[in-house]
């Protein structure tokens, strides 16, 4: 019941459910800016035009109010949030891909210490490599790849009949 109500879209079209999609599709890219090492060695680079529609979902996230992410630490200086992601906004208006400047991952990382993300030991330079290629897990603007291609294959064994 909700999963229901949390699909439920409002007059806008929106729904809570669609607002926590958009939140973590925003968290995971703020996390890949913080990471230089993960984020240049995409395959691929996202344009400023999608990164600057990531930051505004972020925003929204921040001016509901919402906290999807249990805080590593107390307390958390959520405060901080709606400023810094301002600040990433600018930044990454004024950015010409491909490189990453070091202003544009200081502010993604201070935006992941104020929603309550600890780095890992040794910082976030020492973040470990994630179990797929880092352009497969994050949206981008025609999906999530790791989610398309399952799409494309089937969704598995359920579908058939097996179980």
Same mark, same amino acid.
Request: proline content about 12%.
């Given at each position: 019941?909700? #999963?229901?109500?949390?699909?439920?879209? &409002?007059?806008?079209?929106?729904?809570?459910?669609?607002? #926590?999609?958009?939140?973590? +599709? +925003?968290?995971?890219?703020?996390?890949?800016? +913080?990471?230089?090492?993960? #984020?240049?060695?995409?395959? &691929?680079?996202?344009?400023?035009?999608?990164?600057? !529609?990531?930051?505004?979902?972020?925003?929204?996230?921040?001016?509901?109010?919402?906290?999807?992410?249990?805080?590593? #630490?107390?307390?958390?200086?959520?405060?901080? !949030?709606?400023?810094?992601?301002? !600040?990433?906004?600018?930044?990454?208006?004024?950015?010409?891909?491909?490189?990453?400047?070091?202003?544009?991952?200081?502010?993604? !990382?201070?935006?992941?210490? +104020?929603?309550?993300?600890?780095?890992?030991?040794?910082?976030?330079?020492?973040?470990?490599?994630?179990?797929?290629?880092?352009?497969?897990?994050?949206?981008?603007?025609?999906?999530?790849?790791?989610?398309?291609?399952?799409?494309?294959?089937?969704?598995?064994?359920?579908?058939?009949?097996?179980?």
């Amino acid at each position: 019941m909700a #999963f229901e109500q949390a699909a439920r879209h &409002r007059p806008d079209g929106s729904s809570v459910l669609s607002d #926590f999609e958009d939140s973590v +599709a +925003a968290m995971l890219w703020v996390h890949a800016l +913080a990471v230089p090492r993960l #984020f240049l060695g995409m395959s &691929r680079m996202p344009s400023r035009e999608h990164l600057l !529609r990531m930051v505004d979902w972020y925003l929204a996230y921040v001016r509901r109010g919402d906290r999807h992410v249990p805080p590593e #630490f107390s307390p958390v200086p959520y405060e901080e !949030r709606e400023p810094l992601a301002m !600040r990433l906004r600018v930044l990454v208006e004024a950015w010409s891909p491909p490189g990453l400047p070091p202003e544009i991952t200081e502010v993604a !990382r201070a935006i992941l210490h +104020a929603e309550g993300k600890m780095a890992p030991p040794g910082g976030w330079d020492n973040t470990p490599e994630p179990e797929m290629p880092a352009e497969e897990l994050l949206y981008w603007p025609e999906g999530v790849p790791a989610l398309l291609k399952s799409k494309r294959q089937g969704t598995g064994d359920r579908e058939r009949g097996d179980s």
